[in-house]
């Protein structure tokens, strides 16, 4: 008689706390699936707070109207859409690998990034310079905008009463994502 095959004591993969499924992903999508699932969960601590996932599921198109709109003196308004804008699809263009995020703070404001807006991060698109980025520093979370110059990396704000950050040797750098928009409820 044979010593192989069969079921053995012990043999195979133990069970989890729920059970699993095996996933199928197309090829092309596998790199955003993957930085998706390896993504840092966001706590709340530095400049910034989470935001909740959205449901990518749903989608919105409001009318975008042609034209600008002054805003100085009142213009009668263009009468036809120019077509619809949903947010999440012009803000995001990695879905697996974007989220949004809650600044807290002053450091940005010249750049248009208020205290309390909603930020939308990148994680799959390189940081280059001039691009605001969201970095941690040894632990610790802010959204400034990278400056590179021959392999010198600073990090630096938009409002005068905030310092530049200059990173010493020995200092961690990650950048977690590059700040593709703002949102900003005024009402």
Same mark, same amino acid.
């Given at each position: 008689?044979?010593?192989?095959?069969?079921?053995r004591?012990?043999?195979? =993969?133990?069970?989890?706390?729920?059970?699993s499924?095996?996933?199928?992903?197309?090829?092309? =999508?596998?790199d955003e699936?993957?930085?998706? /699932?390896t993504?840092?969960?966001?706590?709340a601590?530095? &400049?910034?707070?989470?935001?909740?996932?959205?449901? =990518?599921r749903?989608?919105?198109? /409001?009318p975008?109207?042609?034209?600008?709109?002054p805003a100085?003196?009142?213009?009668p308004?263009?009468?036809?859409?120019?077509?619809? /804008?949903? /947010?999440?699809?012009?803000?995001?263009?990695?879905?697996a690998?974007t989220?949004?995020?809650?600044?807290?703070?002053h450091?940005?404001?010249?750049?248009?990034?208020l205290?309390?807006?909603?930020?939308?991060v &990148?994680?799959?698109?390189?940081a280059?310079?001039?691009?605001?980025v969201?970095?941690v520093? &040894?632990?610790?979370? #802010?959204?400034?905008?990278?400056?590179?110059?021959?392999?010198?990396? =600073?990090?630096?704000?938009?409002?005068?009463?905030?310092?530049?950050? &200059?990173?010493?040797?020995?200092?961690?750098? #990650?950048?977690?994502?590059v700040?593709?928009?703002?949102v900003?409820?005024?009402?």
């Open positions: 008689m044979s010593s192989h095959g069969g079921k004591p012990g043999a195979g =993969r133990k069970p989890g706390p729920e059970p499924k095996v996933v199928r992903i197309p090829v092309s =999508r596998v699936v993957r930085a998706y /699932l993504q840092p969960r966001i706590r601590w530095g &400049d910034i707070e989470p935001v909740g996932a959205p449901d =990518r749903m989608k919105l198109a /409001l975008l109207f042609d034209g600008s709109v100085g003196f009142p213009s308004a263009e009468d036809y859409a120019e077509g619809s /804008l949903d /947010l999440n699809q012009y803000l995001v263009e990695h879905e690998a989220f949004y995020v809650r600044v807290k703070g450091s940005m404001t010249g750049a248009g990034i205290d309390g807006d909603i930020i939308a &990148d994680r799959a698109l390189e280059r310079h001039g691009d605001i969201l970095a520093i &040894d632990g610790e979370l #802010t959204v400034k905008q990278l400056a590179i110059d021959n392999g010198w990396v =600073r990090l630096l704000p938009h409002h005068p009463d905030y310092p530049p950050i &200059d990173l010493k040797t020995g200092q961690e750098l #990650t950048i977690w994502g700040v593709k928009g703002v900003r409820k005024l009402r």
